[in-house]
């Protein structure tokens, strides 16, 4: 649509009746949603100004207070990258398009449609990038994981992890709160109770692996290597984790492998035992090429057939059906391991 059609934005006026401000509302929002010439028009700064005040966005029928944010979501949008907005005001707004998006919750409710228009506009354009913004940030992702439900489309979905990439490209450092945020929902009970939450987490993760890299490579460090991570909420569930985002994506723990091969030959027993019982599960996956991929963590692993500490040693076996099942090209180096056929035996 071009600059000439803005000039039939209906105007808008706190003293027109309620059905008549929805109307005009609507109106304004099919014209700006159809505007896709850059830069911003001459009519909309009075619109813009407008919908910033108390009386639409504090309205009270929730279609009048939808149809202003997405309204103001279009302004962003159209305006984009210099919004009619000073950053207290956008700071404003943010926290209100997240608490707007409750919505989508209800796919049955009367209002659903707006929390659509309102997520697709919001997936087109980076909002959420302001400085200052960490709580609503956090808000915005426990939103999504929340209220994601099995009978979301795929749009639905793909805009929330849009939305989502977004933030995580965009601003200065991802908190640890915000990683943990993520990450939770790929762990147990969330993986089980939780699915579509579990499901929205691999998914973004997948989408946005090369912005959260740093981030979760940074976390490994600090838990594995500095202990600096006791602000973290999944810190102690660090081997989980591991096995967890290997399944999703195995180039998020490229740094993260070195270090498990230093804990492999820790003096500490219980710290052995923990990370071969990670590794075990590790190289048993159906799909795995660790041990093709990492020639040098294999090896090391296979020295645990030998460890000092029994449980040690059981564990290295207690997955050796999988290895062959799976991977048989790996024989010829489980058998040579002293003790594996009688292990083998007993775990059979």
Not at 27 to 52: H, N, V
Not at 184 to 213: C, G, Q, W
Request: net charge negative; charged share 20%.
């Amino acid at each position: 649509m071009s600059r000439s059609a803005l000039r039939d934005l209906p105007a808008i006026k706190e003293d027109l009746q309620e059905g008549e401000l929805e109307k005009r509302l609507k109106t304004c929002l099919k014209i700006l949603i159809d505007f896709e010439d850059e830069g911003f028009p001459e009519p909309l700064p009075t619109l813009a100004s407008s919908l910033l005040r108390p009386f639409y966005y504090q309205h009270r029928s929730k279609t009048i207070r939808m149809l202003t944010l997405c309204l103001i979501a279009e302004v962003f949008r159209i305006s984009f990258p210099n919004p009619p907005y000073s950053n207290q005001e956008q700071q404003m707004v943010l926290p209100m398009f997240v608490s707007s998006l409750q919505v989508l919750e209800e796919p049955g409710a009367s209002s659903y449609v707006y929390g659509c228009t309102l997520l697709e506009t919001l997936s087109t354009v980076s909002v959420f990038s302001l400085d200052g913004c960490a709580d609503t940030l956090s808000d915005l992702f426990k939103l999504f994981f929340t209220i994601v439900r099995p009978d979301h489309s795929t749009k639905v979905r793909q805009c929330m992890i849009h939305v989502m990439s977004s933030v995580v490209q965009e601003v200065s450092c991802v908190s640890q709160e915000l990683l943990d945020l993520i990450l939770i929902n790929i762990l147990e009970p969330a993986k089980s109770e939780m699915t579509s939450s579990y499901a929205l987490a691999v998914d973004f993760i997948r989408a946005a692996s090369t912005h959260l890299e740093p981030y979760i490579q940074l976390f490994f460090n600090n838990t594995l290597v500095t202990g600096k991570s006791s602000e973290s909420e999944v810190a102690d569930r660090i081997y989980d984790l591991i096995l967890e985002l290997y399944g999703i994506d195995p180039s998020l723990l490229l740094s993260v492998l070195s270090q498990l091969e230093y804990k492999l030959k820790s003096t500490d027993s219980d710290e052995r035992l923990q990370v071969t019982q990670l590794l075990a599960k590790m190289f048993a996956l159906k799909d795995s090429k660790l041990a093709f991929e990492n020639k040098t963590l294999w090896f090391c692993f296979l020295g645990r057939f030998s460890d000092v500490s029994s449980d040690v040693r059981a564990e290295c076996v207690k997955h050796s059906k999988y290895y062959l099942a799976y991977h048989p090209d790996l024989s010829g180096d489980l058998s040579s391991m002293k003790g594996f056929m009688t292990l083998r035996k007993v775990f059979a």
